[in-house]
């Protein structure tokens, strides 16, 4: 039998562990009072089609009273579903949202609450080679620093959102996550997202410049290889 030189059969050949593919594309904010968000976000990027393309929305809303809030999140013509949320105690909130969008490189985000938000921020990653549900999820809402501890499996990461209202925040410093996107906007409201593709249990903390006591969110999800 004739093999080529380098190669190699049968047991002890080398194959790499597989691994997913996340990658941030883009953040935006709106500073509308309002509940529905539609044409806010309109053609937004998506990233590079893919058979097993997953597009993942963070959203923040800054509350206009206090009460639980809720979001819905439409990517084109498809509902995502709703991974992780977290609501302070004053009422802002964040949610991270999938939605399996194997075709097109734009997208209209239309993000609608279930009441009225004082703006809307968005943050916009894709992931490849993924399962399609959270392999675990970690909030935290009300503490200086925000954090909380989560389980990465082997070749998967995990992206996290945070938020803070009404703080004299101007950056989030995180540990075990690399920040994506750092922003106030309309002066109250601070957003940001982070990513990590270690594995194994560990804790990410979001440091709002040690202001993060109130009116402030972490939240995160963690993926699976598929």
């Given at each position: 039998?004739?093999?080529?030189?380098g190669?190699?059969?049968?047991?002890?050949?080398?194959?790499?562990a597989?691994?997913?593919?996340?990658?941030?594309?883009?953040?935006?904010?709106?500073?509308?009072n309002?509940?529905?968000?539609?044409?806010?976000?309109?053609?937004?990027?998506?990233?590079?089609?893919?058979?097993?393309?997953?597009?993942i929305?963070c959203?923040?809303?800054?509350?206009?009273?206090?009460?639980?809030?809720s979001a819905?999140?439409?990517?084109?013509?498809?509902?995502?579903?709703?991974?992780?949320?977290?609501?302070?105690?004053g009422?802002?909130?964040?949610?991270?949202?999938?939605?399996?969008?194997?075709?097109?490189?734009?997208?209209?985000?239309?993000?609608?609450?279930?009441?009225?938000?004082?703006?809307?921020?968005?943050?916009?990653?894709?992931?490849?080679?993924?399962?399609?549900?959270?392999?675990?999820?970690?909030?935290?809402?009300?503490?200086?620093?925000?954090?909380?501890?989560?389980?990465?499996?082997?070749g998967?990461?995990?992206?996290?959102?945070a938020?803070?209202?009404?703080?004299?925040?101007t950056?989030?410093?995180?540990?075990?996550?690399?920040?994506?996107?750092?922003?106030?906007?309309?002066?109250?409201?601070?957003?940001?997202?982070?990513r990590?593709?270690?594995?194994?249990?560990?804790?990410?903390?979001?440091?709002?410049?040690?202001?993060?006591?109130?009116?402030s969110?972490?939240?995160?999800?963690?993926?699976?290889?598929a």
């Amino acid at each position: 039998m004739f093999i080529m030189p380098g190669s190699a059969i049968g047991f002890g050949a080398h194959q790499s562990a597989p691994s997913v593919l996340l990658s941030y594309v883009l953040s935006d904010t709106s500073s509308s009072n309002a509940t529905d968000y539609s044409g806010s976000f309109d053609n937004k990027s998506i990233g590079t089609a893919a058979s097993d393309r997953q597009v993942i929305i963070c959203v923040y809303g800054p509350r206009s009273s206090a009460g639980a809030r809720s979001a819905s999140v439409l990517i084109g013509s498809t509902t995502a579903t709703g991974l992780v949320t977290a609501n302070s105690s004053g009422g802002e909130f964040v949610g991270i949202f999938a939605a399996t969008i194997t075709s097109g490189t734009t997208a209209d985000i239309d993000v609608i609450f279930n009441s009225s938000m004082l703006g809307c921020a968005i943050s916009i990653y894709t992931i490849t080679g993924a399962a399609t549900s959270a392999s675990d999820t970690m909030t935290n809402v009300d503490t200086d620093p925000l954090a909380g501890s989560i389980t990465v499996p082997a070749g998967g990461a995990v992206v996290t959102v945070a938020g803070a209202s009404f703080r004299s925040t101007t950056n989030f410093n995180y540990t075990n996550a690399t920040k994506d996107h750092d922003a106030v906007f309309d002066s109250d409201f601070h957003f940001s997202t982070a990513r990590s593709t270690a594995n194994g249990t560990f804790t990410i903390t979001a440091d709002a410049d040690g202001n993060t006591s109130g009116d402030s969110m972490l939240a995160a999800v963690a993926f699976d290889v598929a």
